[in-house]
């Protein structure tokens, strides 16, 4: 009996001893877990986000400025072939070839209406574009951003000293400064760094 009761004693010992074996082992490995990214940014040192702030401000500076630029140097290029400034207002108007003249003439027909509503009106029942027929040049020319313009134009207390001709034409100037910035930060984005933005509006 005594030999049977101290060899149960031993066995139970021993399944005390490898159960706390096995949790002592379960801890040290939570305590050993890696990293997660949480941490990893609370060890980022505060130089490292003031730079990388420094740089993404830098970047959307020049994206801004090579816009501007591409606006100037178009604005410059009309300038040098038509001599814009120099010419006669009929001249300039003629300068608008083809379907682009159309659009410009329906942008003076609302700036040449009594009111606003009276402009909207005339270019909704519009009977001279077409013989014999009254169209919806909204729906029909999809002429929005024509109307849009007048419509700035008129609210913007800017009639003494810009003539509607340059209006339209820097509005139209204006739109590559959009463009080359959207060029810009889409290739921010898809690459991750500013750099290709840089590269993709020069190219352009």
């Given amino acids: 009996k005594t030999a049977l009761s101290s060899e149960i004693w031993l066995e139970t010992m021993t399944a005390l001893r490898q159960r706390k074996g096995s949790r002592a082992k379960d801890f040290s490995q939570e305590n050993q877990r890696p990293e997660t990214t949480q941490d990893t940014k609370e060890k980022t040192p505060p130089s490292e986000s003031v730079w990388s ?7 959307a500076l020049l994206g801004v400025s090579l816009g501007l630029l591409t606006c100037i140097y178009v604005a410059t290029l009309h300038e040098n072939d038509l001599w814009f400034s120099n010419i006669k207002e009929v001249e300039r108007e003629i300068s608008f070839r083809t379907e682009c003249g159309l659009y410009y003439s329906y942008y003076k027909q609302l700036l040449r209406a009594p009111s606003i509503q009276q ?21 029909r020319m999809n002429i929005y951003q024509e109307v849009f313009l007048g419509v700035l134009y008129r609210i913007l207390p800017i009639q003494e000293y810009l003539e509607p001709v340059y209006f339209y034409i820097y509005s139209v100037f204006g739109l590559q400064t959009v463009y080359v910035i959207a060029l810009y930060a889409t290739s921010w984005l898809l690459s991750g760094t500013w750099l290709a933005g840089v590269l993709a509006a020069v190219w352009y």
């Fill in 119 to 139: 402009g909207f009106f005339e270019l909704v029942n519009e009977n001279t574009t077409e013989s014999k027929r009254t169209i919806n040049l909204l729906q």
């Fill in 53 to 59: 702030i420094v740089w993404s401000v830098a970047g």
